[in-house]
C-alpha cells in the first residue's frame, strides 16, 4: 500500500532553515510527481510547490521562490522540503502528497514546524 | 495566486443534503476540469475524496459528488452522517503545474 512518512517534529530559530523529509513506499517512486503542502494553526491549506523525482525538476509557488528547495533521492525513496529564513509565519505542519493527475491523493502524516525565539 | 472562495461554516441534520461551493476565476477553476476536494478531520491529514471534478476514488462515498458551472465548483454530501463533521477543502489546477487551494469550510452535523 501506498505510504508517504515524514520526519519528526523540528523547532527552529528564526532565521534557520528546516529541511523535512518524506519517504515512499508502495508505488514506483520515480513515476509520481510530488507536491509539498503547508498549514499554519488554524489556518487552510496552501501549496508550495511539486517535484518530480524522476528527473529532480521543480516547480514552485512564486510566494516560496528563492527560499524553498526540494530534491529527492532516488536511492531511498525520499524527497526533501528545505525552508530557509524562517520566521514566526512560517510556524505550520507541512505536508508531502503524491501527485495522480494532477491532484495530491495519498498524503504524508505531516511535520510540525515550530519558529520561535 | 488568490486562494480559492468558500463558505467558512456549512450545516446541517443527520439525513440531510448540504452543499459547498468553491469559487475561482478563468485562470483556475473556469479553465480546467481538475477540481479535488479533501476533507479533514482534527490533528489529521486531509483525504481525497473527489478528483477532476467529478469523480471518487476508489473507496470514497457515493454520498459524495462534485460539480462545477464556470468559475464555481460544488461538493455535495448527501445523507448527512454524524462522522461527516470535518473541515472540507477544494483545490484547482492554476496552470504551469500549479495548484491553489480553497480556504477550507467547516461542516457541522448538528
Known amino acids: 500500500q501506498v505510504q508517504l512518512v515524514q520526519s519528526g517534529a523540528e523547532v527552529k530559530k528564526p532565521g534557520a532553515s528546516v529541511k523535512v523529509s518524506c519517504k515512499a513506499s508502495?508505488?514506483?517512486?520515480?513515476?509520481?510527481?510530488m507536491h509539498w503542502v503547508r498549514q499554519a494553526p488554524g489556518q487552510g491549506l496552501e501549496w508550495m510547490g511539486i517535484?518530480?523525482?524522476?528527473?529532480?525538476?521543480?516547480i514552485y509557488a512564486q510566494k516560496f521562490q528563492g527560499r524553498v528547495t526540494m530534491t529527492r533521492d532516488t536511492s531511498t525513496s525520499t524527497v526533501y522540503m528545505e525552508l530557509s529564513s524562517l520566521r514566526s509565519e512560517d510556524t505550520a505542519v507541512y505536508y508531502c502528497?503524491?501527485?495522480?493527475?494532477?491532484?495530491?491523493?495519498?498524503w504524508g502524516q505531516g511535520t510540525l514546524v515550530t519558529v520561535s525565539s | 495566486q488568490s486562494a480559492l472562495t468558500q463558505p467558512a461554516s456549512v450545516s446541517g441534520s443527520p439525513g440531510q443534503s448540504i452543499t459547498i461551493s468553491c469559487t475561482g476565476t478563468s485562470s483556475d477553476v473556469g479553465s480546467y476540469n481538475l477540481v479535488s476536494w479533501y476533507q479533514q478531520h482534527p490533528g489529521k491529514a486531509p483525504k481525497f475524496m473527489i478528483y477532476?471534478?467529478?469523480k471518487r476514488p476508489s473507496g470514497v462515498s457515493n454520498r459524495f459528488s462534485g460539480s462545477k458551472s464556470g468559475n464555481t465548483a460544488s461538493l455535495t454530501i448527501s445523507g448527512l452522517q454524524a462522522e461527516d463533521e470535518a473541515d472540507y477543502y477544494c483545490c484547482s489546477y492554476a496552470g504551469s503545474s500549479t495548484l491553489v487551494f480553497g480556504g477550507g469550510t467547516k461542516l457541522t452535523v448538528l
Open positions: 477532476e471534478g467529478t
Open positions: 508502495g508505488y514506483t517512486f520515480t513515476s509520481y510527481y
Open positions: 517535484i518530480n523525482p524522476g528527473g529532480g525538476s521543480t
Open positions: 502528497a503524491r501527485r495522480t493527475g494532477v491532484a495530491p491523493d495519498y
